[in-house]
């Protein structure tokens, strides 16, 4: 069957077999290799990417499925060689250890987001019940996606960028006055 997805902005047309989940087509066939298989039984969230902007577990979706959607995956969030804001806060909150789980946690979190701006921790948690880690214990996961609610606009989407500390700073009153 003849499927056409375009995956981080760049449209691809390619025949599958209609049993292949979208995780292997994204890996094996477009070299997505960011997208982790972790369970494939969509327990683990590893696999979560954006199909038409909101997070799934690409391991519980047919490629033939996403036929005419658009998909992003860890690899398109950066842009212009910046980090998305939830890749930074990732980073700048050590919010990982091996590693395994983190492109779908930050995938997750951005969807998170962008229903709720301005998670508590609770909400945070509740956000990534879906998503598990098996060494971090969450804390810097919970800080990462706090701070990055800190650091972007309302909406948040793999278009939203990082405010400058000095932005930051003049939207909440403080900065060397």
Request: net charge negative; with cysteine; proline share 4%.
């Amino acid at each position: 069957m003849r499927i056409t997805v375009t995956v981080d902005g760049t449209k691809y047309s390619d025949e599958v077999e209609p049993r292949t989940l979208l995780v292997h087509h994204l890996r094996e066939r477009l070299g997505k290799v960011g997208t982790v298989v972790g369970c494939d039984t969509s327990n683990c969230g590893a696999c979560t990417v954006h199909l038409d902007g909101h997070s799934v577990k690409s391991c519980s979706v047919l490629a033939v499925q996403a036929d005419g959607c658009e998909i992003t995956t860890i690899e398109g969030l950066a842009r212009d060689g910046k980090l998305h804001p939830v890749q930074q806060a990732f980073h700048d909150n050590h919010a990982l250890q091996c590693g395994f789980c983190t492109p779908g946690m930050i995938m997750q979190s951005i969807d998170l987001l962008a229903d709720n701006p301005d998670p508590d921790e609770k909400a945070v948690r509740e956000g990534l019940e879906g998503n598990l880690c098996r060494c971090t214990g969450y804390q810097n996961i919970v800080r990462a996606v706090r701070d990055a609610a800190h650091h972007m606009r309302p909406g948040a989407g793999p278009e939203a960028e990082r405010m400058s500390s000095q932005e930051s700073a003049s939207h909440v009153g403080i900065g060397g006055e």
